[in-house]
């Protein structure tokens, strides 16, 4: 339909100057406004607006008393990809929400009936945190409701540059909202050697329409907005998407286990660039170059080293670091891929095994949604580790209790260095924290200008954060 909108457009503008209003470049020009509207209208039916109800500390001029929390009110886009109630929306949309609601457009029995301009109010239902991950900013939500109308997730590989494509949601607040553009790059990194790419649109993006559906001229789903690159807060221009494919491979993850497992092998990763190359002297300017090997992982054990070239993986060449850490991302855990390496002039076959990658705990989020989990002193919830979420973080002190930074909340104290999903902590000023009430407990001791010093645990490493209590 793309081609045949763009047909219909330069056929209408290449007539109309010498042509009359009832020409046919006229009602080719109508037949493409009415596709649009069509298009509009069956897609909208999918697009919702969700709203997250969370807590905020209050500043000093707000509240006589230090260290409340009030509640605060975020919104967002979503949409709706099963017909049973799955709603997709951005993780940071929702992550320590104590409530989230999803408002639901209302039906086309409903607007049908209706000759105002103005369109009537959806109806706001409760929704279920069925999981999230941060890495690909992806949150799955749930409603209880049947029969939904929803869109189906295209194969955003076919996605093209020039490709004409439409972004859906709620814009600063402004419910069932459309703009247009085109796709400007089908593959954007923003930092090199990152795993997550985006699809770029000059499609207008604004704050809210995050979480909502980029779509083709079909109507399926292509991306789900997520960002925008702005010197001014507003849309300039330079949107980005995550990419169907990577949503789809996170909701059918976050569906069965409410999380996202990714593979590791336990080495870091460059893409072979032209100077790394020429000073290395190697015989080729691109592929994969093996920048750290971590002593204790699987990478070290199958005999990897520092500056091995990664020629193959179980076959397959890689040409660039991304693509090399997606396929160790994708293997099931505990299997065992097949590695070929140049090492010098040797060429070398090793076999590793992939174990599951513990990271920043994005799915310990959703445990961040109660009152009582706030200390809003270190601007975070915090939750004890219980012997399941020991299995998760594996916390290298494992007798020394601890607790885990479930979320920071966005109003928190910014700190030069300040806390992270996932950290554990293990104490504050040499006394030990063994549970969020004894944290609790000892922040209560101090007052405002009392120096901290947080020992904390973080991808496998203690540090210490310190900083002045607010």
């Known amino acids: 339909m793309t081609r045949k909108f763009l047909t219909l457009f330069l056929a209408a503008a290449a007539l109309a100057p010498a042509q009359s209003p009832d020409s046919a470049a006229s009602r080719k020009l109508g037949e493409l406004s009415s596709s649009f509207q069509e298009l509009s209208r069956r897609v909208h039916q999918s697009v919702v607006k969700v709203t997250a109800i969370g807590?905020?500390?209050?500043?000093?001029?707000?509240?006589?008393?230090?260290?409340?929390?009030?509640?605060?009110?975020?919104?967002?886009?979503?949409?709706?990809?099963?017909?049973?109630?799955?709603?997709?929306?951005?993780?940071?949309?929702?992550?320590?929400?104590?409530?989230?609601?999803?408002?639901?457009?209302?039906?086309?029995?409903?607007?049908?009936?209706?000759?105002?301009?103005?369109?009537?109010?959806?109806?706001?239902?409760?929704?279920?945190?069925?999981?999230?991950?941060?890495?690909t900013d992806v949150a799955l939500l749930r409603v209880n409701e049947k029969s939904l109308p929803f869109l189906p997730l295209a194969d955003s590989d076919t996605v093209e540059q020039g490709q004409l494509v439409l972004a859906f949601?709620?814009?600063?607040?402004?419910?069932?909202?459309?703009?247009?553009?085109?796709?400007?790059?089908?593959?954007?990194?923003?930092?090199?050697?990152?795993?997550?790419?985006?699809?770029?649109?000059?499609?207008?993006?604004?704050?809210?329409?995050?979480?909502?559906?980029?779509?083709?001229?079909?109507?399926?789903?292509?991306?789900?907005?997520?960002?925008?690159?702005?010197?001014?807060?507003?849309?300039?221009?330079?949107?980005?998407?995550?990419?169907?494919?990577?949503?789809?491979?996170?909701v059918d993850q976050l569906r069965k286990s409410g999380r996202v497992v990714?593979?590791?092998?336990?080495?870091?990763?460059?893409?072979?660039?032209?100077?790394?190359?020429s000073g290395w002297q190697l015989p080729q300017d691109w592929g994969v170059v093996v920048a750290d090997v971590d002593p204790a992982g699987q990478g070290s054990l199958a005999g990897l080293h520092v500056g091995d070239v990664i020629l193959s993986l179980n076959g397959k060449v890689m040409e660039n670091a991304r693509q090399f850490n997606v396929n160790v991302y994708r293997p099931v855990i505990g299997e065992t891929v097949q590695l070929e390496i140049r090492r010098g002039k040797r060429s070398l076959s090793l076999k590793v095994q992939v174990t599951e990658r513990h990271e920043e705990a994005s799915t310990y989020s959703d445990l961040a949604s109660r009152e009582e989990n706030l200390i809003p002193e270190l601007?975070?919830?915090?939750?004890?580790?219980?012997?399941?979420?020991?299995?998760?973080?594996?916390?290298i002190r494992k007798d020394q209790g601890g607790v885990l930074v479930a979320a920071r909340h966005a109003d928190g104290p910014m700190l030069e260095e300040g806390f992270r999903t996932g950290d554990v902590i293990y104490a504050i000023n040499r006394s030990n924290v063994k549970s969020a009430a004894e944290l609790r407990a000892l922040l209560k001791k101090m007052k405002s200008g009392d120096s901290v010093a947080v020992q904390v645990e973080r991808a496998g490493k203690l540090h210490f954060v310190s900083f002045e209590l607010p």
């Open 55 to 135: 807590y905020r500390q209050l500043e000093e001029e707000e509240s006589e008393e230090r260290g409340v929390a009030a509640r605060q009110q975020s919104s967002g886009s979503g949409v709706i990809i099963d017909a049973g109630g799955l709603v997709v929306t951005n993780a940071h949309v929702v992550i320590g929400a104590q409530r989230v609601q999803v408002t639901l457009p209302a039906s086309p029995s409903v607007t049908s009936t209706r000759r105002s301009a103005v369109r009537p109010s959806g109806r706001a239902v409760r929704a279920e945190l069925v999981g999230l991950d941060l890495e």
């Open 169 to 250: 949601g709620s814009p600063m607040g402004l419910d069932n909202s459309v703009t247009m553009g085109v796709v400007s790059s089908p593959a954007r990194q923003l930092r090199p050697d990152d795993p997550m790419i985006y699809i770029q649109t000059d499609a207008p993006i604004n704050p809210g329409n995050s979480g909502g559906p980029l779509v083709n001229s079909d109507g399926a789903i292509v991306g789900i907005n997520t960002l925008i690159l702005s010197q001014s807060g507003g849309s300039e221009g330079i949107g980005f998407a995550v990419p169907s494919n990577i949503v789809l491979n996170v």
């Open 262 to 277: 990714r593979g590791d092998i336990g080495i870091t990763t460059q893409t072979i660039t032209p100077a790394l190359s």
């Open 379 to 395: 601007g975070i919830f915090a939750v004890d580790l219980t012997d399941a979420l020991r299995e998760q973080v594996a916390p």
